[in-house]
């Protein structure tokens, strides 16, 4: 039978988390008053884990669990290392070092780590110019449809609202493949959807699959254009092939943002990111300090994606101008290096 803590050695907390914590300052207000070790694989004091709150996130930084004084006050000893072996026999902790620490009594609060899935293994990490390059192929791909195509926006498809509306209203070309887009970018989203999950999908680099897809479609979309184009009637089947299979195109592209390139900013729609760029220029100009960082950081990745959209655009403008609808072979250029980016791991020290 163990001694009683009350009257003898000390209690050894391995891992400093909440619950690590929590238990060390429950034994002083127990009345223990043996000596009480925490230790810490980490050079900071405790900290709250996982960061639920939106503040955290804006400060960028870790909130205490403890102050130092309180640890102090409570003759907690804090002990930053490793346990690298528990002698249950001899009640010995092995530290890093080459240390060792005597208890009387063990508490392990070490928590957990997420296991990670074999499948999950070889797939690629995104280069980090990949959702650059996908709003400026976004930015050029709708302005080139909108020019050839009798107004029909195949990147922003929910634009096709308007447009539809002041087709119908003036008579325009067009109304039909308007009517079309949005049921058709539906159909491909929820199929881009069910291909990526699937199992035969799995560990198969679903990200570069789709933006093959995605490629093949720019592709056959070039070659109908300049096959069938130029597009004196929106309504035709041919300006209706050619415009759905942009539309298929780009559901690709955003179902893929919304899927695999979820932290970074949108590739097709701007609308969100100019508006949180402007809040977060009038933060800063507020002189607003909490999540300073973290607002520069989010200003400076949004600024760039709709610059490279509006790029693209003006690319897409100036380009239809002087050789129309040939200008539809530039998409499937920039949707190749988009795939190779999508296979290529980014420098770690870049």
């Known amino acids: 039978m163990r001694s009683d803590p009350r009257t003898s ?32 694989a980490e050079e900071t004091l405790p900290y709250q884990r996982p960061p639920l709150s939106k503040s955290f996130l804006r400060r ?17 000893d804090v002990v930053r290392t490793r346990v690298r072996e528990i002698n249950r026999g001899r009640l010995t902790l092995h530290l890093d070092g080459g240390d ?27 280069h980090p110019a990949l959702p650059v390059l996908l709003s400026g192929t976004a930015g050029y791909v709708d302005t080139a449809g909108f020019l050839a195509l009798q107004g029909l926006f195949t990147a922003h498809v929910t634009g096709n609202f308007v447009t539809l509306g002041a087709s119908l209203v003036l008579g325009t070309t067009g ?19 069910l291909v990526g999950s699937a199992p035969t999908a799995k560990g198969r680099r679903p990200l570069g ?29 041919p300006a209706l092939l050619t415009g759905m299979t942009l539309v298929a195109a780009m559901a690709i592209q955003n179902a893929v943002h919304r899927v695999h390139l979820a932290s970074a900013p949108p590739t097709t729609v701007m ?20 999540g300073r960082s973290v607002m520069i950081k989010r200003l400076r990745s949004m600024s760039i994606s709709v610059a490279a959209f509006a790029l693209g655009c003006a690319a897409a403008a100036l380009i239809y101008s002087r050789i129309d609808v040939w200008c539809f072979v530039a998409p499937p250029l920039l949707a ?14 870049s």
């Open 175 to 193: 109304a039909i493949a308007k009517l079309m887009a949005l049921p058709v970018f539906y159909a491909v989203v929820v199929a881009t959807r």
């Open 100 to 126: 060792e620490l005597r208890y009387d009594h063990l508490i392990l609060a070490v928590g957990t780590r997420p296991n990670r899935l074999a499948m999950t293994e070889g797939l690629p990490i995104a």
């Open 209 to 237: 699959i789709l933006l093959a897809a995605k490629l093949l479609l720019l592709m056959l979309a070039c070659l109908l254009a300049v096959t069938l184009g130029p597009f004196r009637s929106g309504d035709g089947w």
């Open 336 to 349: 190749a290096i988009s795939f190779r980016l999508a296979w290529k791991k980014p420098n770690p020290l």
């Open 60 to 76: 960028g930084m870790a909130t205490p669990l403890r102050s130092q004084d309180a640890f102090v006050s409570a003759k907690i």
């Open 9 to 40: 050695g000390g209690i050894a907390i391995v891992g400093a988390g909440h619950a690590g914590t929590e238990a060390a300052f429950a034994l002083r207000l127990e009345g223990l008053d043996c000596a009480v070790t925490l230790i810490n």
């Open 271 to 290: 609308t969100g990111s100019t508006t949180q760029i402007m809040i977060d220029l009038a933060d800063l100009l507020r002189g607003e300090t909490e």
